[in-house]
């Protein structure tokens, strides 16, 4: 499905690198509030609605995320391998949006399943380029909707940090998945 109203969920920890963001895509046109998620945890929060994100009005579920991989508490490849591991989230667009050149960074996060990785322009210029660039591909791509029919799991999921694993415990509820549809668990709002 193409979006006229992409909604992107920006991931990183440093407030001084997600301002400059705001400002450089509201000067490019981008006219929907970006999204902001502080650190890895705060990410998968956001994503299960949980906390202040389960109003979904407010914090809409992401086209895109633009995931940095240096991070407190859960870093961008935990984030990106959490995602994938999740069949609600596995084909969500993530681009991973790191100062890192690293070869390994940059495989690794292929190897995860980020969709492209972006290297942090230095000047300012260089962000409004990326930030242009990355509006009128937004325009043409056309985004995988959340899986249609019944989604049913009572596995636990589990994601890797510092080497040690954390579950979210199982999933007992029954979601029936449509298009444009709308589902309660627990409370909160998922779609």
Not at 17 to 41: C, H, M, S
Not at 124 to 140: H, I, N, T, V
């Amino acid at each position: 499905m193409q979006t006229e109203e992409p909604i992107i969920l920006l991931v990183d920890d440093s407030q001084h690198d997600v301002r400059l963001t705001r400002i450089v895509f509201e000067r490019a046109g981008f006219k929907y509030p970006l999204q902001n998620a502080v650190d890895g945890e705060d990410a998968i929060a956001y994503l299960q609605g949980t906390g202040h994100y389960g109003d979904r009005i407010r914090f809409p579920l992401p086209t895109v995320i633009l995931l940095d991989l240096n991070m407190p508490k859960m870093n961008g490849f935990e984030v990106l391998a959490w995602i994938r591991a999740q069949p609600t989230f596995r084909r969500l667009t993530v681009y991973v949006l790191s100062s890192s050149q690293r070869e390994e960074d940059i495989a690794k996060c292929y190897d995860l399943g980020a969709n492209s990785y972006l290297v942090k322009p230095i000047k300012l210029d260089g962000l409004a380029f990326m930030a242009q660039s990355l509006l009128a591909w937004l325009k043409l791509c056309h985004f995988t909707p959340l899986p249609l029919g019944v989604l049913t799991s009572t596995a636990t999921t589990t994601a890797k940090k510092g080497g040690k694993s954390l579950e979210s415990g199982p999933m007992q509820e029954k979601v029936i998945l449509g298009s444009n549809s709308t589902a309660e668990v627990g409370g909160h709002l998922l779609i």
